[in-house]
């Protein structure tokens, strides 16, 4: 975060202000469009199909497509999509006010540079992660911050967090060398922010199981 300070105070004039605002109205913009186009059978594509990252598409000039995938929905309902923008609109302006919208630009800038690299090896990539990064995050920084699961149940951040770290790490053991990699690098930004943090909770943890196992003695 030193770093990072003595960065924002050479740069902070880059910045971009309200980047998730913008990265959400993309992609509702996407999904409208796409509302029009698919499936239509006047269409032979829908606009998704000409945003989505695609290695050899962007090898044979489709340049645009190394952007354009941050843009995809979240959702094709049209109930739950509304639904998903709202809240990662919530949790990205909620972590560009705590670290103000320099850090912020560099940590969505590492996810999407992070998840790039993984589609130039392994031939695609998709913003699931980078947006996982942005709900990991959130709950990192706001754990009792509650939402509604199935809009009636209320949940603490820090546990819908915690499943979705299982359900990372479930993935990591079970599926290919593609996914982990997508997985590992896309979440790279988690490590820069968070990394000495989970580390000391770590080492706090296993302190406290062994002083456990020794008083059990």
């Known amino acids: 975060m030193q770093f990072l300070n003595k960065l924002e105070r050479k740069y902070r004039k880059y910045a971009i202000p309200n980047l998730m605002t913008i990265i959400v109205f993309g992609m509702g913009l996407v999904f409208l469009l796409d509302s029009f186009t698919a499936p ?20 044979h000039g489709q340049v645009w497509r190394i952007l354009t995938f941050l843009f995809l929905p979240l959702d094709s ?7 998903s923008l709202y ?9 560009e006010r705590q670290w103000g ?7 969505y800038l590492c996810g999407m540079l992070g998840t790039i690299i993984s589609g130039l090896i392994t031939g695609y990539a998709t913003n699931t992660f980078l947006n996982l990064s942005l709900y990991l995050a959130f709950a990192i920084l706001f754990p009792n911050f509650e939402i509604l699961l199935f809009f009636f149940i209320p949940i603490k951040m820090k546990y819908l967090g915690i499943l979705e ?3 990372l790490v479930i993935s990591l053991i079970f599926s290919s060398w593609t996914n982990r990699i997508c997985i590992l690098i896309s979440l790279a930004n988690i490590l820069l922010f968070f ?18 196992r020794r008083n059990r003695k």
């Open 195 to 212: 990394g000495k943090d989970l580390y000391k909770l770590i080492r706090a943890f296993i302190r406290r199981k062994r002083w456990q």
């Open 40 to 59: 239509n059978p006047g269409y032979a594509y829908n606009l998704s199909s000409l945003l989505y990252f695609d290695r050899n598409a962007v090898f």
């Open 87 to 95: 809240f990662y609109w919530l949790i990205g302006n909620a972590l």
């Open 101 to 107: 919208s320099f850090k912020f630009n560099i940590y």
């Open 165 to 167: 770290c299982i359900g």
């Open 77 to 83: 309902d049209p109930f739950f999509i509304l639904f």
